[in-house]
């Protein structure tokens, strides 16, 4: 059982720039980000795989980025330019080798953290 913990979400203004991380208990295939805003659904943010490679939503692309160190089992996203829109519950997903669901979808996903809020306000 891998176990994801979250950190780094909280509020800020708009404009703003935060950095959520993630910590794995161990190794996996794939980590990626997702966010999930009240009455929304679950939206795929971006991930990186075990070959380094990254990628991230159109939707976002320009102002998230997500790197990932191996050596640490961690994920990070940088949000930059946050806007009001942006405010929902982060998750961080890890997915096994087993697993070849697409990468935006989230039964690609085996383990998720408990999410951590992010509130943009103007």
């Known amino acids: 059982q891998v176990k994801l913990v979250e950190s780094g979400g909280g509020s800020v203004q708009s404009g703003g720039s935060l950095r959520l991380s993630c910590a794995a208990s161990e190794e996996t295939h794939i980590m990626a980000w997702f966010r999930e805003a009240p009455k929304k659904e679950r939206e795929w943010v971006g991930s990186e795989d075990i070959y380094g490679a990254t990628n991230v939503a159109d939707s976002v692309k320009g102002r998230f980025t997500i790197s990932r160190d191996r050596a640490k089992n961690t994920v990070d996203l940088q949000i930059f330019n946050l806007r009001f829109d942006d405010t929902a519950m982060y998750y961080c997903?890890?997915?096994?080798?087993?697993?070849?669901?697409?990468?935006?979808?989230?039964?690609?996903?085996?383990?998720w953290g408990q999410g951590t809020q992010v509130t943009v306000s103007s």
């Open positions: 997903a890890a997915g096994t080798s087993t697993n070849w669901s697409p990468r935006n979808s989230p039964t690609r996903y085996d383990y």
